[in-house]
């Protein structure tokens, strides 16, 4: 399906290199077309893989690991259609099913949050059940959100209805109207840690609480939304929420989760670079990238990691 996106990304996230057998996929989906707040995120991809080029490639966590050692491809963007929901969402499908089918592991690159569910339903089409993290600021579960059934706002909801996870945990969720805590409250597939639960805690704390619930879980799909972060450092996003987690307590919970056999696949979204012209929050969202890929290439290759808490 080379047809469905570009054939080189502008510029390329990472080593620019193509393995003969790539363990993880690199795409990007610059698409924003129900973005109700600040739009923009159709220019994260290119300002993210650009960030990419201007950080080290070490892992904080690792000595001695770097992104140069992961076996990725960059396939480019997707090939969206601007305005156009359903379409640009059949089109990642397919695309995301083929990347799967190839034993790869997407890493997507967005654009708005809806894009997740084109995600998992290419994840769900090649034979993947996966058990959900989400870190957000937003439960996404309304009904409807300005007369759409199909947003940023409705998405997980979407996805509840017709993939129904076995475990969906939000992580880092501050900010919903009363008929979707009554929703995620009514659900028992649904568990969620607010970023203020979650500086009571402790990120390890709840880490182990995370662990727990996915024990049984044959696949994990992660989404990191970057409102989930304070937009004390991470302001460039769509639709920021004060009082949200740190970087340090972001990575802490998904070292836990990159460094398991079990991901299938990682997406990271809403960053909305017209919003942030220092460019600090491509930058974080590159280094979460980053981190990620090199823990779970580590851990693919059976290499013990140590000094890493939890």
Same mark, same amino acid.
């Given at each position: ?5 570009? $054939? ?20 990007? #989906? ?13 220019? %994260? ?19 001695? %690991?770097?992104?140069?050692? #992961? ?54 089409? $090649? ?16 009904? =409807? ?20 996870? $076995? ?33 009571? !805690? ?13 024990? $049984? ?6 989404? !990191? ?15 920021? =929420? ?15 989760? %990159? ?23 491509? !930058? ?23 000094? !890493?808490?939890?």
């Amino acid at each position: 399906m080379r047809e469905l996106y570009t $054939s080189r990304a502008e510029c390329h996230f990472g080593p620019e290199r193509r393995p003969a057998k790539p363990q993880y996929t690199i795409l990007g #989906v610059p698409f924003d077309s129900t973005s109700s707040y600040r739009p923009g995120q159709r220019f %994260a991809p290119l300002e993210i893989r650009r960030a990419t080029y201007n950080i080290e490639w070490n892992s904080v966590f690792v000595d001695e %690991a770097y992104l140069y050692d #992961v076996e990725l491809e960059d396939i480019g963007d997707l090939a969206v259609i601007h305005g156009d929901p359903k379409a640009t969402l059949q089109r990642l499908s397919t695309v995301i099913e083929e990347i799967v089918e190839e034993n790869r592991i997407p890493v997507v690159i967005g654009g708005e949050h809806l894009i997740l569910y084109g995600i998992i339903e290419g994840l769900v089409k $090649s034979g993947k059940k996966p058990c959900l993290v989400v870190f957000d600021a937003h439960f996404d579960l309304r009904e =409807e959100y300005l007369g759409l059934k199909m947003s940023h706002a409705t998405v997980m909801r979407r996805i509840m209805e017709r993939f129904n996870p $076995s475990i969906v945990y939000y992580v880092g969720v501050r900010a919903w109207e009363k008929a979707e805590l009554d929703y995620a409250k009514m659900k028992k597939e649904i568990h969620y840690e607010t970023s203020i639960g979650l500086k009571r !805690i402790g990120p390890l704390n709840l880490l182990a609480s995370i662990r727990r619930r996915l024990s $049984s879980c044959e696949h994990i799909y992660v989404s !990191i939304d970057m409102d989930a972060i304070d937009p004390a450092y991470a302001p460039g996003v769509a639709n920021p =929420e004060a009082v949200g987690l740190t970087p340090h307590e972001l990575l802490l919970v998904l070292y836990g989760l %990159a460094t398991d056999e079990r991901l299938v696949g990682v997406d990271l979204v809403e960053v909305t670079p017209p919003y942030d012209p220092s460019g600090v929050t491509s !930058i974080l969202a590159s280094k979460i990238l980053v981190e990620t890929l090199i823990l779970n290439q580590l851990v693919r290759k059976g290499e013990k990691i140590s000094g !890493i808490p939890g």
